[in-house]
């Protein structure tokens, strides 16, 4: 039995896995008055929100997720009050930006005047659209969240959205968001500044940018950005985790860390516990939530022998997003950009047009490792000084890559077997690409440490080949075909189990929602006999 686990172990539920969603769950069942056990197989709690001092002894680098206004905008995260647990947001000179080769960067700032008047200089008029699109989001943005962040369909938040909607502009608004992010971008605006940070968006988002639905996630990223900023959190992300568990165990819950789940006990159809590694058992009152993705619980800790073969149908059906290959960096001074931005962003996108971009999610569809891959970057200490020495940089970039390799769109040096050499190899072209908008980029490096898919995997087995969405966040795989058709939702074949991963809508992003949809749906669960305490 797991070192903390008494033989015999009862409680009212189980939560398999610390993650956000996992962690937020748990804190719901707590407050009802549950008795909760998180079981986590990692030495540590949080999932993919998580901090560390591996890069470089003076530096803290985020392991995993660094932006998190999802977990801002999130009605779920908001009514669990963190700050009272010692959280504390930092944010960035400005939000986000894109470099350009001539020096001059897309811009977006907290402050909508500001990024118009950028978008402006590079297409008269663009500023104007930026400001009728912010205008159509305050009105019907909060609601377009809610309804997002709620168990599929919305009801109550899609009719309280519908009713805002015959406002100016707010129909035209929906329609582009439903379409594509090219066709948003191109239907708005003129210049490249602004096209370039909708796609940016949109790619941020794991969806493509000419698809369906693509829109969506680029308006939901940009507008987020444009009104709350993306924050991180003070110390690093595992200050996130940190106030997660201790408003859980505050509660009287209780987490169990190195206590790997390898089997959901079923009996009649109705989950009874959970057997872990080296053979110890929990049982269950009410419930199992499980904050792993769907094929990690399907044909996995539930055998199919305990599913209806329907399930197993529907999850051939079930798609991956891509892999992704992550460097950090501890700098000895700022990233030199060759020019300067108007104020420092804490996100950088590069990728300095819509075509460029799109090209590079064409070559990750269709196998190929992308030649010139679009980078996510973050500059943390720009964004919170606690993260590196005064006048130094905690960096990092992240990109995509097929989850099965089938050839190279670059030079050919890169094989997609993801052992050390080949991680390598790829993190010498991501550091190129910040190398050629940050020339002397490379002499700054005192520390890099390259997380391939493997590596990812390894510290968080929900990131399948560095799968950081918990399934394609494409349209044929959202609301209820999520995680597949037939069972959209937290509820699953097995009474009084739950999928509370983000392989569950709303899927992938620092929100917590899946936790909270699934919490929700054991709580009001009729098929568990009332409780009997004592
Ligand atoms: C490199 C990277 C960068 C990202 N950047 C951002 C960002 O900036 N902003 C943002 O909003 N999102 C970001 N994300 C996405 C975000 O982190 C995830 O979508 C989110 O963490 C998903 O939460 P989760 O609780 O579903 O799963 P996870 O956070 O993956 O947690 C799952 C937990 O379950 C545990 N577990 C799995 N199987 C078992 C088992 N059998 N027994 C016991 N425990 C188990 C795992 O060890 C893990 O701790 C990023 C992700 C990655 C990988």
Not at 116 to 139: E, H, I, K, N, P
Not at 462 to 490: D, H, I, K, S, Y
Request: aromatic share 6%; charged share 20%.
């Amino acid at each position: 039995m797991t070192e903390g686990l008494a033989a015999g172990t009862t409680v009212d539920a189980v939560v398999v896995g610390s993650g956000p969603n996992g962690l937020v769950a748990a804190n719901l069942l707590a407050d009802a008055g549950w008795d909760v056990l998180v079981l986590e197989s990692q030495p540590t709690y949080g999932g993919a929100v998580a901090s560390d001092r591996e890069v470089h002894p003076d530096f803290v680098h985020d392991t995993f997720s660094s932006f998190h206004p999802l977990a801002v905008i999130s009605p779920v995260i908001r009514s669990l009050d963190l700050e009272r647990h010692g959280l504390r947001w930092a944010h960035a000179p400005s939000v986000v930006a894109t470099p350009f080769r001539d020096g001059r960067w897309a811009e977006l700032h907290r402050d909508r005047d500001r990024t118009a008047a950028g978008l402006d200089a590079f297409a008269s008029g663009d500023g104007a659209a930026w400001l009728r699109l912010c205008a159509v989001w305050d009105r019907v943005g909060e609601e377009v969240v809610d309804a997002l962040m709620s168990p599929f369909p919305p009801l109550r938040q899609g009719a309280r959205a519908v009713r805002r909607l015959p406002g100016p502009g707010a129909l035209r608004l929906l329609r582009a968001a439903l379409g594509s992010g090219r066709g948003l971008a191109d239907r708005e605006f003129d210049g490249l500044a602004a096209r370039v940070l909708v796609a940016g968006n949109a790619a941020h988002g794991d969806a493509a940018y000419g698809a369906p639905g693509s829109g969506v996630f680029g308006l939901l990223l940009a507008m987020t950005a444009q009104q709350h900023g993306w924050p991180a959190p003070v110390g690093g992300a595992g200050s996130l985790a940190t106030a997660l568990a201790d408003r859980f165990t505050a509660a009287g819950g209780r987490i169990v860390c190195d206590a790997r789940v390898e089997r959901v006990l079923v009996d009649q159809g109705r989950a009874t516990g959970v057997r872990v590694r080296g053979g110890g058992e929990v049982r269950v009152r009410r419930a199992v939530l499980a904050d792993v993705p769907a094929p990690t619980l399907y044909g996995g800790l539930v055998p199919w022998s305990d599913l209806p073969g329907r399930t197993r149908r529907l999850m051939r059906l079930f798609h991956w997003d891509p892999g992704t290959l992550k460097v950090d960096w501890a700098l000895s001074g700022p990233v030199p950009w060759a020019g300067r931005p108007s104020a420092a962003p804490g996100t950088v996108h590069v990728g300095e047009t819509p075509e460029e971009i799109e090209q590079s999610q064409k070559e990750l569809a269709a196998g190929a490792v992308p030649a010139r891959p679009f980078l996510l970057m973050g500059q943390m200490a720009t964004t919170d000084p606690t993260r590196a020495p005064a006048g130094q940089e905690s960096a990092w970039a992240y990109t995509h890559v097929p989850q099965r390799v089938r050839s190279d769109a670059g030079d050919g040096g890169v094989r997609g077997t993801w052992d050390r050499d080949d991680a390598e190899r790829m993190a010498d072209r991501v550091q190129a690409r910040v190398e050629a908008y940050a020339p002397g980029f490379s002499d700054r490096v005192l520390a890099r440490r390259v997380l391939g898919p493997r590596e990812l995997q390894e510290r968080d087995e929900n990131l399948e080949n560095g799968a950081l969405n918990g399934g394609t966040g494409a349209l044929r795989q959202q609301l209820v075909l999520r995680p597949v058709p037939g069972t959209g939702g937290a509820r699953t074949p097995v009474a009084g189990l739950y999928l509370a991963s983000s392989s569950a809508h709303p899927g992938g992003g620092v929100h917590g929602a899946c936790g909270a949809n699934a919490a929700h749906a054991a709580l009001s669960s009729r098929r568990w006999p009332p409780r009997s305490r004592g």
